[in-house]
């Protein structure tokens, strides 16, 4: 089975959720989230059986279901996100990757003081990101 197939997702859909934020498929009503999209994102993340779910399924769960619950699910947005800057599938494409790192950042930030995940994540997302705009260490 290719990569995001059980979702309807392209084998190489990574660089398409870099720009479609809201994921495919994603559709606001009237302001609100597509609950059906909702219903599917929580269903696949219990059925993922893991504490984060990563790559392009993770991105496509925690983007769907951020807006709805953004203090539970920003923080593994945004871990999610951090992660998705070393896949081979941005590995060549500086554009998409600080999309991503920027992205991260911002959920990171929205997030409540109160979080407990805040400053980690946050922390995380804005030193990777500081890195891509460095880029490369030279020895």
Not at 94 to 117: G, H, I, K, W, Y
Request: hydrophobic share 45%; charged share 25%.
């Amino acid at each position: 089975m290719r990569a995001g197939a059980h979702i309807g997702l392209p084998a190489r859909s990574l660089c398409c959720l870099v720009v479609c934020r809201g994921g495919p498929g994603v559709v606001e009503r009237g302001g609100l989230m597509d609950q059906d999209m909702v219903m599917r994102a929580r269903v696949m993340l219990l059925s993922a059986n893991t504490r984060v779910v990563r790559g392009v399924t993770g991105l496509w769960i925690y983007r769907t279901l951020t807006p709805v619950e953004p203090e539970v699910y920003g923080s593994k947005l945004a871990y999610v996100l951090v992660e998705a800057c070393a896949s081979p599938l941005v590995r060549d494409l500086p554009e998409q990757r600080m999309a991503l790192l920027d992205e991260a950042v911002e959920v990171a930030t929205a997030l409540s003081p109160a979080n407990p995940f805040r400053d980690k994540v946050l922390a995380k997302a804005l030193t990777a990101r500081r890195r891509e705009v460095e880029g490369p260490s030279v020895s």
